[in-house]
């Protein structure tokens, strides 16, 4: 008669049985629990580091004024960058504004002045029409030379005497001064408000002289208005970017009057130097 087993083992393998089984249980029940998942999901769904990514920033961005003269059509900014890969155009800006649309990595900017400081963007624009990152440069114009100054417009002269035959003050007129060619320096005709002296000043560079003839300051014995020779001669003192040109703001020189005996009077000679200041 075989041994009967003891009741330490029974219990041994009354619970190894009991925790087999249990496993076997979660197992299946885990799987049951499963959620169907379509195959679908499984496969190579775009991730977000798939999307196409824009177009490098362009690199090379430059900025250069080139030589200027009084001439407006030498007025230009010109900018030049690298080509960006994978771009097939590019978007100009300036100061936020958009300038234009290139397809080759340059562009020259013909609306601008002396005196001006101004900031360019430039973007790469690829073929989906995604945008690269902005590239900027900036560029400052400085001024023109005097002797590149128009002369023209309404001014005030404030005379002061230097010497006269018949002691004369000083005092203000208002000239207009209009210049002999359509733009830029040239030789200016003159013309006295409220008197009747005109003439014509030719230039030298920044400096002005000429004669005219016609009543100016002095008037006869009897008080009538006499005809008399004035010579002006001026310099620019100071110029700036007025609209789209470059203009002189103010000038400094002398008028000197001549005026022969007539009527029994005394001949006379007055001469002034002045300031100008440009009124438009």
């Not at 499963?34 to 775009?46: L, Q, V």
């Not at 009527?263 to 130097?273: E, Q």
Request: aromatic share 6%; glycine share 12%; hydrophobic share 40%.
């Amino acid at each position: 008669m075989p041994p009967k087993p003891s009741y330490g083992r029974l219990v041994v393998f009354g619970l190894v049985g009991a925790l087999a089984a249990s496993g076997v249980a979660v197992l299946l029940a885990l799987q049951l629990a499963k959620p169907d998942i379509p195959a679908a999901a499984f496969a190579g769904e775009p991730r977000a580091s798939d999307a196409p990514e824009p177009p490098p920033a362009v690199e090379g961005l430059r900025a250069s004024r080139g030589r200027w003269t009084a001439d407006p059509d030498s007025w230009r900014v010109s900018l030049s960058w690298r080509p960006a890969e994978g771009a097939v155009r590019y978007l100009v800006s300036r100061g936020g504004r958009p300038l234009d649309e290139v397809t080759e990595p340059r562009f020259v900017d013909e609306s601008v002045t002396p005196e001006g400081l101004y900031r360019y963007q430039v973007v790469a624009v690829d073929v989906d029409s995604d945008r690269s990152p902005p590239s900027r440069v900036r560029v400052v114009t400085g001024s023109l030379p005097k002797a590149a100054a128009r002369v023209q417009g309404r001014w005030i002269l404030r005379l002061k005497i230097r010497s006269s035959t018949i002691s004369q003050g000083g005092g203000r007129v208002v000239v207009t001064l209009m210049p002999t060619c359509p733009e830029g320096p040239c030789a200016v005709g003159w013309a006295f408000r409220g008197l009747g002296n005109t003439g014509t000043a030719t230039a030298q560079g920044a400096t002005y002289s000429g004669s005219g003839s016609g009543d100016f300051l002095t008037l006869d014995c009897h008080g009538a208005e006499v005809s008399a020779t004035v010579s002006m001669e001026f310099r620019v003192v100071t110029a700036h970017t007025v609209g789209t040109g470059w203009r002189a703001t103010e000038i400094a020189g002398e008028l000197t009057e001549s005026v022969p005996s007539v009527s029994n009077c005394l001949s006379a000679t007055n001469v002034w130097t002045f300031t100008g200041s440009a009124q438009g």
